[in-house]
């Protein structure tokens, strides 16, 4: 039974810092993609980042600079450093796994990822 769990978020005001976590279970975790997604209010899901198996990273052109995403697969845990969050950073975010996409990169839809956390907000004022 796999199991993905977001924590981390809140509200933070604009120019601060959060580090969101995901852990993982059921799984075997070293071989998987991994993604962060947000979605806001109005607004279609959207990634953020993503993280292959090898540690290669790629990230949404509005957060590049500011987030890092990162994996630590001794704990199995997913991470998302965000800094200088801005206004539009405001949303649900998700943490997503597979270990069947053809390309795991930022822009790979969230539709093709199997597993799903069930998200933790963030909101930036």
């Known amino acids: 039974h796999v199991q993905l769990v977001e924590s981390g978020g809140g509200s933070v005001r604009a120019g601060g810092s959060l580090r969101l976590s995901c852990a993982a279970s059921?799984?075997?975790?070293?071989?998987?993609?991994m993604g962060w997604f947000r979605e806001a209010p109005g607004k279609e899901r959207e990634g953020v980042a993503a993280?292959?198996?090898?540690?290669?990273?790629s990230y949404a052109d509005s957060v590049k600079g500011r987030f890092t995403i990162t994996r630590d697969s001794a704990k199995n845990t997913l991470y998302l450093q965000m800094n200088n969050l801005k206004d539009e950073d405001t949303g649900t975010y998700y943490c997503?796994?597979?270990?069947?996409?053809?390309?795991?990169?930022?822009?790979?839809?969230?539709?093709?990822?199997?597993?799903w956390g069930q998200g933790t907000q963030v909101t930036v004022s």
């Open positions: 997503a796994a597979d270990s069947k996409l053809f390309l795991c990169f930022v822009g790979t839809s969230g539709y093709e990822y199997k597993f």
């Open positions: 059921g799984l075997t975790y070293s071989s998987y993609c």
């Open positions: 993280i292959d198996s090898d540690g290669i990273t």
